[in-house]
C-alpha cells in the first residue's frame, strides 16, 4: 500500500462484476487495499477473486440489509457506490412505469441506504471516504433519459447535503460524473449487442480504467483535500441536448 492511502485499509465497491466497478476493483487491489466486491453475477465475482484477490459479496444492491451483514465487523474505509443501471431509453410518454422505478431504486435510493448503514463507523473511526458513480445525465437534461436523469441529478445533491452534515467528521465524499464510457451499460435500453454499433464504433469513449484512475487518484490525496466533483468526457462528446424541432401546425 503506498503511503499516500496510508489511513485507509478496506474498500466496498457495488457493481463490480463488470465496466467501471469492475476496474475500479483491480485498481484498488493493485494499492493493496482489502476489496469487498458487491454484485449478483457469481461467476463474475469468482473470477474477480480468483484474479485479484478480491472479497465477493453477493447481492442485490438494493439488499442493504444483506450487503451490511456480510460486512458486519468489518471497519470500512471507503464505499463505492457505483452499481447502476440504465434500463431503458423510451421517452417519459412510453417509458415502462417499472423502469422508473427500478432506476431511482438502484441508483439513488440503493446507494442512499448502503450509505447511512455503513457511515456510523466511518464517522466513529473519523476516517472514510464514500465515492458515487454520478453521471453527466444528471447535470444536464438529455433526450430520452428522464428517469435516469433525475435518479442520477438526485444522487448529485445527496453527495452536497452529505457534506453539510459531514463536516468535521474527516469523512471525504467524491461525485465523479462520467460522459460516455465504453461498457455494457445500455445493454437492454439498446438491445440485441446494437450498443456497440451505436454508441462506440467510430467514436473515442472513455475505457472503465480510466475512470478508475480518477477515483485513485481522489482517494490518494491527503484527507484534508476533498475532490467534491469531477466532471469527465470525451474529448469528442459535449454535455446536453440539444435538439430543436421545426414547428408543425
Ligand atoms: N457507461 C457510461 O457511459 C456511464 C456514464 C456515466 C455514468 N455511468 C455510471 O457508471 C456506473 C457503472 O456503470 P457501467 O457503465 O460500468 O455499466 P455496467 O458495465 O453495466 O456495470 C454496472 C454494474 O452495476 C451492477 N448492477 C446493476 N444493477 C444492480 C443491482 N440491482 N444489484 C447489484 N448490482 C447491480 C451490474 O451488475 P449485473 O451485471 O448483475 O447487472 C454491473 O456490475 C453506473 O452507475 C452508471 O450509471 C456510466
Redesign the pocket.
Known amino acids: 500500500m503506498s503511503d499516500a492511502i496510508a489511513p485507509y485499509r478496506t474498500a466496498v465497491v457495488?457493481?463490480?462484476?463488470?465496466?467501471?466497478?469492475?476496474a475500479i476493483v483491480f485498481a484498488l487491489r493493485k494499492r493493496g487495499l482489502g476489496v469487498y466486491a458487491?454484485?449478483?453475477?457469481q461467476d463474475?465475482l469468482s473470477e474477480l477473486a480468483d484474479l485479484c484477490g478480491a472479497l465477493p459479496v453477493r447481492?442485490?444492491?438494493?439488499e442493504t440489509g444483506t450487503i451490511a451483514a456480510a460486512l458486519a465487523g468489518v471497519d470500512i474505509d471507503i464505499l463505492i457506490n457505483?452499481?447502476?443501471?440504465?434500463s431503458s431509453r423510451a421517452t417519459f410518454f412510453e417509458i415502462d412505469p417499472a423502469e422508473i422505478d427500478a432506476m431511482i431504486?438502484?441508483?439513488l435510493k440503493?446507494p442512499m441506504h448502503l450509505t447511512r448503514a455503513l457511515l456510523p463507523g466511518m464517522v466513529s473511526r473519523k476516517r472514510g471516504h464514500l465515492i458515487y458513480?454520478?453521471?453527466?445525465?444528471g447535470q444536464a437534461p438529455y433526450p430520452a433519459m428522464a428517469a435516469?436523469g433525475p435518479s442520477?441529478a438526485g444522487l448529485s445533491l445527496f453527495c452536497d447535503n452529505l457534506r453539510c452534515d459531514l463536516l468535521g467528521t474527516s469523512v471525504r465524499v467524491s461525485e465523479i460524473?462520467?460522459?460516455?464510457?465504453?461498457?455494457?451499460?445500455?445493454?437492454t435500453s439498446i438491445p440485441n449487442n446494437q450498443a456497440q454499433a451505436v454508441l462506440y464504433d467510430g467514436y473515442r469513449?472513455?475505457q472503465?480504467e480510466q475512470?478508475a484512475t480518477i477515483v485513485t487518484s481522489v482517494i490518494d490525496l491527503p484527507s484534508f483535500v476533498d475532490v467534491s466533483r469531477v466532471e469527465v468526457f470525451p474529448t469528442d462528446q459535449a454535455a446536453g441536448g440539444g435538439t430543436m424541432v421545426k414547428h408543425v401546425p
Open positions: 457495488t457493481g463490480a462484476t463488470s465496466g467501471i466497478g469492475r458487491v454484485g449478483r453475477n463474475q447481492a442485490d444492491v438494493r457505483n452499481a447502476g443501471i440504465l431504486d438502484v441508483n440503493a458513480i454520478g453521471s453527466s445525465g435516469y442520477k460524473v462520467p460522459g460516455r464510457v465504453q461498457t455494457g451499460l445500455y445493454r469513449p472513455i472503465p475512470i
